[in-house]
């Protein structure tokens, strides 16, 4: 079981910011081009002639779909308000919903306030406040090569939805704090989807203390990319649905797997 998970994990986490890459199989992933998972009347077919480079990339590129559906079934009815990223390295989940937002035009024209958030450290571990001592390995690992590219250059193809797009810098400790609580508020700014792509229980802590702080009694979308993965985040989310419904009267309710690793759930109001 622990090593169905580590693999899981493995192929979850793929990419990060320019050349520096997590797994093996993402450089492949390019060259695969229209290469896909093919069945025959549902049926996959074998994959036995193709390289484990190949395997493992074609197992990477049905996680980014799975998370890509994610992103086409919000945004095909969504409620409004800002999106906010936890966990943006390589903009890829980031670009997905912004792809979806506008594939909705009506969205597009229809939202014209809508912020795009993304949280990362986005390649730069030594910034802040620095991570805690028993993670610092981990954070290590997320470090960009030098001359790597700026993340704000993969959302050019987006075009004027580019400029509702703020990528936030630092550590969730540093950059989630009361100045940005106390904005939000005095913008009457509110959330409509949330995407956790945490990967650490402190983490995943951390940000769902802030939503705590500042989403409101309106309906809302929230994501978490290993929720069927670790016991510990879908206990982290019950406690956070439990705070949610007393505070702001709003309740959980489960809409979709992504893959066997991600959950997505709808917070409703009028539910009592």
Not at 103 to 130: C, E, L, V, W
Not at 206 to 227: P, R
Not at 249 to 257: A, D, E, F, G
Request: positive net charge; aromatic residues 12%.
């Amino acid at each position: 079981m622990a090593s169905m998970f580590t693999e899981l994990r493995r192929i979850k986490n793929t990419t990060r910011l320019g050349e520096a890459v997590l797994s093996p199989a993402w450089d492949v992933i390019r060259g695969l081009r229209r290469r896909t998972i093919q069945d025959d009347g549902g049926v996959l077919r074998s994959v036995t002639r193709l390289s484990d480079k190949h395997k493992s990339a074609l197992a990477t590129a049905y996680a980014y779909r799975a998370r890509a559906e994610i992103a086409l079934d919000v945004a095909c009815a969504y409620p409004g308000g800002d999106y906010f990223e936890f966990g943006s390295a390589g903009l890829c989940t980031f670009r997905s919903f912004l792809a979806a937002f506008d594939i909705n035009s009506g969205h597009t024209k229809g939202f014209p306030d809508t912020r795009f958030y993304a949280f990362d450290i986005f390649g730069n571990p030594d910034q802040g406040s620095g991570p805690p001592v028993n993670e610092r390995s981990f954070f290590e690992g997320w470090r960009a090569t030098q001359g790597a590219n700026d993340p704000e250059l993969l959302l050019t193809p987006y075009g004027p939805l580019k400029h509702r797009c703020i990528l936030v810098s630092g550590y969730y400790q540093d950059t989630l704090n009361e100045s940005l609580k106390s904005k939000l508020r005095g913008e009457q700014r509110k959330i409509g989807f949330a995407f956790l792509d945490c990967n650490l229980d402190s983490s995943y802590r951390l940000v769902f203390d802030f939503l705590l702080d500042v989403i409101g009694s309106n309906k809302m979308f929230i994501y978490l990319d290993e929720y069927l993965m670790d016991h510990p985040v879908a206990a982290l989310y019950q406690k956070f649905a439990a705070d949610v419904k007393r505070r702001h009267k709003l309740t959980s309710i489960y809409v979709r797997n992504a893959g066997s690793f991600g959950a997505l759930f709808c917070l409703m109001p009028g539910l009592d």
